[in-house]
């Protein structure tokens, strides 16, 4: 009997662990997929944002820059620049003169990017040949800059309060690790301020840099511009983007694009301020 009633306990005592058997396995699962995406994302898409952001970049920057437009049959059009920017505390001041060709010669266009929260980076544009001084609205910064493939709101920094941050993956891109980050507007109008209803980040992890960049275009659900940085490059240990793109795609056909080719960069160099004015802007070089 006592054989019996030990046997019937060992059975009972299987039955239930097979029982329980599915939820054992279920939670090991849930905690070894748990444990692998606090490692995957340690770190959120705004933090990154933020450190890319944030990064050293120099005080300040002179440089030769050199424009190609391409247009969807090939043509080219080079335009060339002087490119000086500035730090002035947590805020950045930019200024560029055209010098080449004739139509565009004198042209300067000055950005004041501002780092507070909610306040409006301002953008003026000089046109040598109306003489003439024209603001660049919110409303305006949409629009092309200078008939390139970049939207002024693309010539300063964006507010980081102004989007919700996803990371979305890690992955490789030329054998460098970067993060895949996903930017959505909080608002239809700060999409409607910047032309972009969307934007996927590729950012570098070893030095922060965004080396590559999808954008939707606001209300054209068929366009999106396709920015990549072609060329790195270490100056006075600070790292430097000396070739950049940013190609126009109306589905699968390429429209538009615009090459920028850095040269002559010299950083942290004495610029005075008065250089990153208005009056400076009409003034020239």
């Known amino acids: 009997m006592k054989k019996l009633n030990k046997l019937n306990y060992v059975l009972n005592y299987k039955a239930s662990y097979l029982n329980f058997l599915p939820i054992f396995t279920a939670i090991s ?14 770190i959120t898409g ?7 952001k944030d990064r050293y970049d120099g ?11 391409v247009d969807k049959k ?14 002035f505390g947590v805020d950045s001041y930019s200024v560029m003169f055209f010098t080449d060709p004739a139509d565009v010669k004198n042209t300067g266009f000055l950005t004041y990017d501002y780092d507070a929260e909610g306040k409006d980076d ?8 109306l003489r003439k001084i024209k603001r660049i609205g919110g409303s305006d910064k949409d629009g092309s800059f200078m008939g390139t493939d970049f939207n002024y709101s693309d010539m300063s920094e964006a507010d980081l309060n102004d989007y919700e941050y996803t990371l979305i993956k890690e992955l490789e891109i030329g054998g460098n690790k970067v993060w895949q980050v996903q930017a959505l507007p909080k608002s239809d109008d700060i999409a409607d301020k910047s032309g972009y209803s969307k934007s996927v980040m590729f950012v570098r992890q070893d030095n922060y840099i965004t080396i590559r960049a999808i954008k939707y275009v606001y209300k054209k659900k068929n366009r999106k511009k396709f920015m990549m940085v072609n060329k790195l490059e270490k100056i006075d240990d ?9 190609v126009t795609k109306e589905g699968r056909a390429k ?23 208005k ?7």
């Not at 090939?74 to 730090?87: A, C, L, M, N, T």
């Not at 301002?122 to 040949?129: E, M, N």
């Not at 538009?256 to 004015?277: A, G, Q, V, W, Y």
């Open 255 to 277: 429209i538009h694009s615009t090459i920028l080719r850095n040269d002559n960069i010299k950083l942290n160099e004495d610029i005075p301020d008065s250089f990153f004015s």
């Open 238 to 246: 600070i790292w430097v983007a000396v070739e950049s793109q940013m």
């Open 29 to 42: 699962i849930f905690v070894i997929v748990m444990g692998i995406s606090s490692v995957s994302f340690a």
């Open 59 to 69: 005080d300040s920057m002179t440089s030769d820059l050199i424009m190609i437009l």
């Open 122 to 129: 301002d953008q003026w544009l000089y046109l040598p040949a």
């Open 46 to 52: 705004l933090e990154i944002m933020q450190r890319a």
């Open 74 to 87: 090939g043509k080219k059009r080079i335009r060339k620049i002087r490119s000086f920017q500035k730090d």
């Open 279 to 285: 009056r400076q802007l009409e003034k020239g070089m």
